[in-house]
């Protein structure tokens, strides 16, 4: 352990004799990724405070949960990328042994059970696993030739699809296919063969059909039978696609104005400050707020794909491109469901909509992309 | 192929990462490309189309009902009020989860089984974000309770609305009526002017003048833009059409004579109507038992329906406009009259009555109701003061029923005398041509002798009785009657439907006759003048309930009370210059002088001895006050 540690201090000790270490350096900090991230939930919380009726509650609220998510960021981002990676597993297996604890002793709304109550303290360990999974496949695959062969494609797929069975039962879909998708995008990112991938789209189509008839529960059918036809049911499951598309079309290009959103400040959108967010935002400030918005998460996405690029090592790479990918995924399934080109699904646009949990999950993860971002360089002949 | 390298190549998996990692993102730029998209599709291509979509939202047309007109006596006073009441609604759409909601509810103000019944009834055929109404005349300290919780009950609101009161409650329950909710069947006879008229009106007449003069009390509906949020509270107008409030209504019917009336009635089941002589306005109409119209304003209970519809003494049912009854010898002045115009009889005609009459060739005798007879010389003044039926057996014998039925039609018998109530029933004056389309059967002497003493086939309305005693007291003049005075201050001219041409000897007859049944000291109405400053004229009658066998007695003490005879009074007042006429009805009361004619004097007694001045005045000076106020 210790001569390796030397020898990855090697090259960066011969750099810091020749130029002093810049301060966002020595504290792993991404400074463009930094700001873009302070930009991102400033405007999250000016939103956030209009989604809310002009009131200071849920702003307030948010904004310590960011504080504490900045200081998680910051501390993630000390921890050497080798750590994590020797850390997955334990990570993944407790996580994993709550997911399972959660199906027997979890607490829950609306007839799911997410949550674990422990001292008064309620958290969802599916959001540790947001995290565990994509570590854990990078890590596997770490340590394999790539690209993989058939028994590490089986491997890392089994890594992703166990917590995600379990996430599934909660039930919490949505969850669980985004984690799912965390771990094949570290899989397709270590170079998964394209007719791999090919097989597996057109084995997807097949088992549609199938899924449609006894894999869904009948809510969820119900959800995207409104998605395709969301005036049959207008004031039923229809209401709040049909609402947040109202808002965010009579938002027109230059939008009502903040605070002026008819549909979001009379209460006709539904969920206006978790997950229909952007509907009062494209509402009050139009397209042209929208695009803006837009071009933020681009930003950070671009960020996040030079920081893989940048990465030392596999794991590195793997890691940061799947955080990167999995945070699209986010931004697209949100803004697709809102705008009602996805079927609804609890997904909440990240940074902006109002929740606690989903901050620090993600801002851990941004913690992680600065610490693969500002690892020192090893010498590489 | 890639896959069989065993080395761990740096350079190869890098290159590799890359490639797929811009892959990737191509497929981010796609992705990000739908998004853009359909942002310009929702807010510039379809903005229009969204635009009026969040509007049709937030603004809603909201009728405005009109308020409902008044209905004042002759001399001011309210009969019908507009009173605000607080009623607890739900919009359907708003509310998540009915159950819980209607629990909840149930905690906070009184809710009983009916109340939730008939919610559930109301939201079969509601229109959508329509309110349905659930509980109605809430409390001061319900609304209070209510407007607490209001956060947990979405789609739940407590709005005021003008809701109808009769302030006399019972008294003139079967002249003005009632409003109630409107129901099904009403509603499916809607038209479309009717849906549009009615729109934010909850109510309708349903019976008296409520619903005879519906069109004009109803008034016209408003109509404002407002913004609402989407539990359907209302934020602020941003226009409004005010709505046209209904025609006030004056009535002819003196709330003070109605209650002496009534009054006089006391216990007893039983109708009056009183008519003023000079136009036909009614002035009293009273039938008893009444009920509290106020009941079934905002929907009557299922207990206090069946408690009205299953008593014995059915006081829904309107005695005075709706029940017929024989009208016995009440009819007798009028055939007098018809028979001295008609030439069958006149002054000095002469009738021996033994106590019972007999038809030539027929072996059955025709009782009078005194078992010896009224005497050897009964004339026509003798035969109605002591109402002998003798007398007009013999006249009806030498008269015709062709004759008789003209007379009865022409003071209104046997057809709906036209009052502007609903749901008159017509009676029955006999005819050949009746006879033989409803039984099929030619007509008997002895028929002539059952109509003209208002019995067998004759039926008649206490209304139509008190016309037929109107149009004596004015010589023949048949006016229409009518409720209504005046509609929004404007008079209704009365109608004279009829005159009736008599000799004024002839009248003078009849009045004489009349008069002497209350003055002489053999006449069977005197209670109907007794300790009065003025002469009154009238008529005793009595209806047979159950028919008496040929041969067998009367005897009242073995009959139930529900069997006795109806008592039957007809008078007019004061005899020289008739001002008020009036029918009075009093069920199995058994002798009409007896139990109905001091009914009558009642009436007199309060409307003659008022100064017709001072009431002039006083309905002058009241009619300012409801202006200027």
Not at chain 2, 121 to 138: A, K, T
Not at chain 2, 183 to 195: G, I, M, P, S, Y
Not at chain 2, 363 to 370: A, E, P, T, V
Not at chain 2, 473 to 486: E, W, Y
Request: hydrophobic share 45%.
């Amino acid at each position: 352990m210790a001569s390796r540690d030397f020898m990855h201090r090697l090259p960066d000790s011969h750099s810091s004799l020749s130029r002093p270490v810049s301060l966002s350096r020595r504290w792993h900090i991404d400074v463009p990724l930094l700001v873009l991230l302070i930009i991102l939930c400033g405007t999250g919380l000016v939103v956030l405070y209009s989604a809310s009726g002009g009131e200071f509650h849920h702003v307030r609220r948010q904004a310590i949960f960011m504080g504490i998510a900045f200081v998680g960021m910051l501390v993630a981002a000390q921890i050497p990328p080798d750590m994590y990676r020797r850390w997955s597993p334990w990570l993944y297996v407790v996580g994993c042994c709550l997911l399972v604890s959660v199906l027997f002793i979890g607490v829950g709304a609306k007839g799911a059970q997410r949550w674990l109550e422990i001292g008064g303290f309620r958290f969802q360990p599916s959001e540790a696993l947001k995290l565990a999974v994509p570590m854990s496949v990078a890590a596997f695959l770490h340590k394999r030739t790539l690209p993989p062969s058939l028994v590490s494609i089986a491997g890392a797929l089994a890594i992703a699809a166990i917590p995600a069975v379990l996430i599934v039962q909660q039930p919490d879909l949505g969850t669980a296919i985004l984690i799912a998708a965390s771990g094949v995008f570290a899989l397709y990112l270590a170079g998964l063969g394209w007719r791999m991938i090919g097989g597996a789209l057109l084995a997807l189509l097949v088992a549609a059909w199938p899924i449609w008839l006894w894999g869904l529960r009948d809510y969820q059918r119900q959800r995207i039978l409104t998605l395709l036809n969301p005036d049959a049911d207008r004031l039923g499951a229809g209401w709040n696609i049909f609402q947040s598309k109202a808002a965010i079309g009579s938002g027109g290009l230059y939008g009502k104005g903040y605070m002026q959103g008819t549909q979001s400040q009379l209460d006709f959108l539904p969920e206006s400050h978790t997950d229909f967010i952007i509907a009062v935002l494209s509402e009050e400030w139009g397209m042209r707020g929208a695009l803006l918005l837009l071009l933020l998460y681009v930003l950070i996405i671009a960020r996040g794909i030079y920081i893989s690029f940048m990465a030392q090592d596999v794991f590195g790479r793997l890691l940061a491109g799947s955080i990167t990918l999995t945070f699209f995924v986010y931004v697209f399934v949100n803004i697709g469901m809102v705008t009602g080109l996805l079927p609804v699904v609890g997904v909440p646009l990240p940074l902006v909509s109002y929740g606690g949990t989903s901050v620090i999950t993600l801002m851990a993860g941004f913690g992680i992309l600065m610490a693969i971002g500002t690892e020192r360089r090893r010498v590489s002949f | 192929m890639v896959e069989d390298l065993q080395l761990k190549d740096r350079h190869t998996e890098q290159r590799l990462f890359r490639h797929r990692m811009l892959v990737a993102l191509a497929g981010v730029v796609a992705l990000l490309c739908v998004l853009v998209a359909r942002f310009y599709h929702l807010q510039v291509i379809n903005y229009e189309d969204y635009r009026t979509q969040s509007d049709e939202n937030r603004i809603q047309v909201r009728p405005v009902p009109p308020t409902r007109g008044l209905i004042y006596d002759r001399n001011g006073t309210m009969l019908a009020d507009n009173r605000p009441s607080y009623t607890l609604s739900l919009v359907m759409e708003r509310v998540s989860d009915l159950d819980a909601t209607l629990e909840l509810i149930g905690q906070l103000v009184q809710l009983d089984e009916g109340d939730v019944n008939k919610f559930r009834d109301r939201l079969e055929r509601r229109r959508p974000f329509q309110p349905i109404p659930l509980r109605f005349r809430l409390s001061e300290e319900e609304i209070a309770r209510i407007s607490v919780n209001e956060f947990r009950l979405p789609g739940v609101s407590v709005e005021a609305e003008l809701v109808r009161y009769y302030p006399l409650n019972k008294l003139f329950a079967h002249s003005v009526g009632y409003v109630g909710r409107i129901n099904d069947r009403e509603l499916a006879n809607f038209t479309d002017e009717d849906v549009r008229r009615y729109r934010g009106t909850q109510s309708i007449g349903k019976v008296g003048l409520e619903r005879s003069y519906e069109d004009v009390l109803l008034g016209e509906v408003g109509y404002e833009n407002v913004e609402t949020n989407a539990r359907g509270r209302v934020l602020r107008v941003l226009e409004r059409h005010d709505p046209e409030p209904g025609s006030e209504l004056t009535l002819h019917l003196d709330a003070r004579l109605q209650q002496v009336a009534s009054d006089a009635l006391g216990e007893n089941r039983g109708a009056v109507v009183a008519l003023d002589v000079k136009n036909g306005g009614v002035l009293a109409f009273v039938s008893k038992p009444s009920f509290d119209p106020n009941l079934f304003v905002t929907g009557i209970s299922f207990k206090d329906y069946r408690a009205l519809s299953d008593s014995l003494d059915v006081p829904l049912f309107n005695r005075a406009l709706q029940g017929q009854y024989p009208p016995g010898s009440t009819l007798k002045p009028m055939m007098g009259l018809g028979a001295l115009a008609a030439g069958v009889i006149d002054r000095e005609t002469k009738v021996k009555d033994p106590g019972f009459y007999r038809l030539p060739n027929d072996k059955r005798l025709y009782r009078d109701w005194k078992r010896w007879g009224h005497g050897k010389e009964v004339d026509l003044i003798q035969a109605l003061t002591e109402s002998c039926d003798v007398y007009f057996y013999d006249t009806a014998h030498r008269w015709n029923i062709d004759g008789m039925h003209d007379i009865a039609t022409s003071f209104g018998l046997g057809s709906r005398t036209g009052i502007d109530l609903p749901i008159e029933r017509p009676g029955l004056f006999p005819s050949r041509a009746w006879k033989r389309g409803a039984r099929g059967m030619p007509w008997f002497p002895g028929d002539s002798l059952n109509a003209v003493l208002g019995q067998g086939f004759v039926l008649a309305t206490p209304l139509q009785l008190a016309v037929m005693t109107a149009t004596i007291a004015s010589r023949g003049t048949h006016f229409k009657p009518q409720v209504v005075m005046a509609v929004d201050g404007i008079e209704q001219p009365p109608e004279v439907l009829h005159h009736v041409e008599a000799s004024e000897e002839n009248w003078d007859l009849i009045f004489e006759g009349m008069e002497s049944v209350v003055y002489d000291t053999k006449g069977t109405g005197k209670r109907a003048g007794k300790d009065l400053d003025f002469r009154v004229a009238g008529k005793s009658g009595t209806a047979q309930v159950v028919g008496i066998a040929q041969g067998e007695q009367y005897d009242s003490e073995a009959l139930k009370e529900r069997h006795r005879d109806h008592a039957l009074f007809i008078a007019f007042a004061p005899v020289d210059d008739p001002q008020i006429a009036v029918a009075v009805l009093v069920e199995n009361g058994e002798t009409g002088g007896g139990v109905a004619a001091p009914v009558a004097r009642e009436l007199f007694a309060d409307w003659i001895s008022r100064p017709v001045e001072e009431t002039a005045r006083a309905s002058a000076e009241k009619r300012e006050e409801v202006v200027s106020g």
